[in-house]
């Protein structure tokens, strides 16, 4: 099993920046296709990105489309969000796991800390 640890978040005005970071520990990490997911208050969690072991194949939530890049090292056993143009929607605790390519959802149920995130106008 992956374990994980999520970075980067923080508080930002709206249309700024922020990277997020997932840093794995075990020598699985490079063989598993990985996901970012988000919870906002008081809502369900919620697919973000995935990314296949080889970083080759990406999906996206259409609400992140064109504005978030979901990257990887697998030598560096570490995860990217890159998040531009950042909307008050985009507020969340977001959190990084093992997940199913192109199904968007997690491999698990056990979860990290997430990060926070929160984008004000």
């Known amino acids: 099993q992956v374990q994980v640890v999520e970075s980067g978040g923080g508080l930002v005005q709206a249309g700024n920046s922020l990277r997020l970071s997932c840093s794995a520990s075990?020598?699985?990490?490079?063989?598993?296709?990985m996901g970012w997911f988000r919870q906002a208050p008081g809502k369900e969690r919620e697919f973000v990105a995935d990314?296949?072991?080889?970083?080759?194949?990406?999906n996206y939530a259409d609400s992140v489309k064109g504005r978030f890049t979901i990257s990887r090292d697998n030598v560096k056993n570490t995860m990217y969000l890159e998040m531009n143009s950042l909307k008050p929607e985009d507020t969340a605790v977001y959190y990084c796991a093992a997940a199913e390519l192109g199904q968007r959802r997690p491999l698990t149920d056990h979860w990290g800390q997430g990060t926070q995130v929160t984008v004000h106008s």
């Open positions: 075990g020598r699985t990490f490079r063989s598993h296709d």
């Open positions: 990314i296949s072991w080889s970083g080759v194949s990406t």
